[in-house]
T-cell receptor
């Protein structure tokens, strides 16, 4: 079945560091990938839609300069949290939908980001 | 504002009890509907999905959900829960290629 791989699974770093998270579709091509953030005891919040070969589309309230998204190929999207601060600590999840009419989104395992 | 509402934030049941988790959405037009489950320490997994056709959808692990268009609802059900069903359950609606999630329902099954 369709697999979405996310790396790394956990990151702990100092405040001010930039952190890159990768999302790969392993056995299908994805022109669109999605990035979510999950706060403790809360739902998944869509941050942005990553579009291959063009700029990402950000949801209202999400800082574009803070969360840089690059979708350089049909199987890879990256999310870079720039100059991370403790309030950026969260669980970040990517997803992609395989081609086909009745395909659900497939999620990566998530990245737990902890900023000290 | 368009939204997905899950009515129960935390549900506690004994094993073998029946389960129904509510989900309502406020989008008009054609939508795709999903229920995802997140077991403790694990990633999201798809339980079931509705795109079209029979509004009663069967999923994995004995779960089912019924799409009632007139009520904008997609409630999740299971006739007899097990301890291993302890998890967080998310209802999600896809429209225009975006998925919006409900806030989740934390289900705790007592052995």
């Amino acid at each position: 079945g369709a697999v979405v791989s996310q790396h790394p699974s956990r990151v702990i770093c100092k405040s001010g560091t930039s952190v890159k998270i990768e999302c790969r579709s392993l056995d299908f091509q994805a022109t669109t990938m999605f990035w979510y953030r999950q706060f403790p005891k809360k739902s998944l919040m869509l941050m942005a839609t990553s579009n291959e070969g063009s700029k990402a589309t950000y949801e209202q309230g999400v800082e574009k300069d803070k969360f840089l998204i690059n979708h350089a190929s049909l199987t890879l999207s990256t999310l870079t949290v720039t100059s991370a601060h403790p309030e950026d600590s969260s669980f970040y999840i990517c997803s992609a939908t395989p081609p086909g009419r009745y395909q659900p989104q497939h999620f990566g395992d998530g990245t737990r980001l902890s900023i000290l | 504002a368009q939204s997905v509402s899950q009515h129960n934030h935390h549900v506690i049941l004994s094993e073998a009890a029946s389960l129904e988790l509510g989900c309502n959405y406020s989008y008009g037009g054609t939508v795709n509907l999903f229920w995802y489950v997140q077991y403790p320490g694990q990633h999201l997994q798809l339980l079931l999905k509705y795109f079209s056709g029979d509004p009663l959808v069967k999923g994995i692990k004995g779960f089912e959900a019924e799409f009632i268009k007139s009520k904008f609802s997609f409630n999740l059900r299971k006739p007899s829960v097990q301890w291993s069903d302890t998890a967080e359950y998310f209802c999600a609606v896809r429209r225009d290629d975006k998925i919006i999630f409900g806030k989740g329902t934390r289900l705790h099954i007592l052995p």
